[in-house]
């Protein structure tokens, strides 16, 4: 599948902020169990009050300074720390923000498999094999084009309300995308039953929609590479440490 072109190409000096690499296997969506290698980009405009990659933008847990590289270094970093076969998932941040066309490229030059998560809030610029996409409807929605493109969604929910909330961002999805309904992940850890339960009747009642889990948070695998961030950032919906 693919969204770029010859044309599209743009000079490799493009610099994404690399916030954390690493290799471990993809804990979430239809991709759950394969190995992968995460490049998580820095910066986001949404500032949701549970997020898990807080670092990313937190102004109380952002680090003092993020490392610049080229598609190139990212390609051979990739190349040198995961073996043929693993798959490439940008995420963020919000890594929609940036041009990834060299990005992807480079990474297809590999002879990966590149993937993206994104809330969809800018135009797609890049060659992605599988966009995840996880709208955010109390923040900033999706752009019609970016749902149009997904190949799956996952919508967070923090409170059994949040399922409609995000099925209300969806117009335009493609009937073949599959809809992942996620228990926020403090709402999972303390076994909310008021989340979880909504879950379950959502799915009984709409056949399209299915429960879902971040499997690689019971592992704890991203942990095991030496180069992930391995701090908690206890935001989980308190708003007093969120926003
Ligand atoms: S969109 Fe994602 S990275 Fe950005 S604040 Fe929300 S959960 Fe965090």
Redesign the pocket.
Known sequence: MSTGSKAEVRSSSTKYPVYERFYTWQGEGVHLGRAAYFIRLYG?????P?????G???PEYRPESVGLMDAAALAEAVAAESPDGAVVII????PILFDLVPLTDALHALGRRVHI???G?APLRGDLDWMTL?P?PS?KWPLPAVVARADEVKI?VHDPEDIQAGLDTLGGLRQDAVIWLHPEWSRARERDMRVLNAITEAVKANPRLRAGYQMHKLYRADNLDQHSDKRLIPLGGDTAL?Y
């Open positions: 986001c405009p949404q500032h949701c549970w997020c898990d990659s807080a990313t933008w937190h995420t963020g941040g919000e998560e994104t809330s809030i996880s955010k923040q967070i969120g």
